[in-house]
């Protein structure tokens, strides 16, 4: 048999009666039957904007935790407490103190002494509210006559001070007098009545409002309320 009847041995005949070389394997790099060029461009556009929306995201997840690491670090927390004694000098003396428990400095925006459900801005109004009559007889017998003991009555601006992380501010303290005892023991009795309204802002101008002990809501912006000495 020649090689020229050997190669149309090899042929398939189809069923018109033409001959058929089977198909070889496709071409590298042409494109997959079912695949148009414009499909494939589409899957990669599609492709890059799930990438482009992952790298967003993941930059933002890491922008949020930063912001959060740098409230968390500026943070205040105030705390209202008040005693009667006076471990340094160990004398008798009512203080009203408020620690900052956090660990960034508090800016005491406005505060509010509550007193039986009632609001005041000075400790000469929530004195004469609590305690009139001992009050009054305190005024005259011991802060008139004062000028050589100075320290008997101590109070210091709450508006606008700063207190830094960690550290307490004594803004009002009463020491036992001989001749204001009946003031000193009404005051004593009736402190366990008092609430301290305060709204404080961080250094991030973030501000907060508490009325309990460790407890604090977020706000806008603190009220235009003043508390004088």
């Known amino acids: 048999m020649t090689d020229g009847e050997q190669h149309s041995s090899d042929e398939t005949r189809a069923a018109d009666g033409s001959s058929e070389v089977a198909a070889g394997p496709p071409t590298r790099g042409a494109v997959p039957r079912g695949l148009s060029a414009d499909r494939l461009s589409l899957v990669v556009a599609i492709c890059a904007i799930l990438v482009s929306l992952a790298s967003f995201y993941a930059t933002y997840l890491q922008a949020d935790s930063a912001r959060k690491q740098v409230k968390a670090m500026t943070l205040p927390l105030l705390q209202f407490s008040h005693g009667n004694f006076d471990e340094a000098t160990k004398k008798l003396r009512i203080s009203f103190v408020l620690k900052n428990a956090g660990v960034g400095p508090a800016i005491i925006k406005s505060a509010a002494m509550r007193y039986r459900g009632e609001d ?110």
């Open 120 to 229: 005041y801005y000075s400790s000469a109004d929530l004195f004469e509210a609590c305690c009139p009559e001992e009050w009054e007889r305190f005024k005259s017998e011991v802060l008139a006559v004062e000028s050589e003991d100075r320290d008997i009555h101590l109070s210091s601006p709450l508006v606008n001070a700063i207190i830094p992380g960690q550290t307490d501010y004594r803004f009002l303290s009463i020491e036992e007098h001989e001749a204001g005892k009946d003031f000193w023991h009404k005051l004593d009795k009736e402190r366990w009545s008092l609430r301290l309204s305060i709204c404080f802002c961080s250094l991030l101008d973030e501000c907060y409002l508490t009325e309990e002990v460790g407890l604090y809501t977020e706000v806008d912006q603190c009220p235009a309320t003043r508390f004088s000495r």
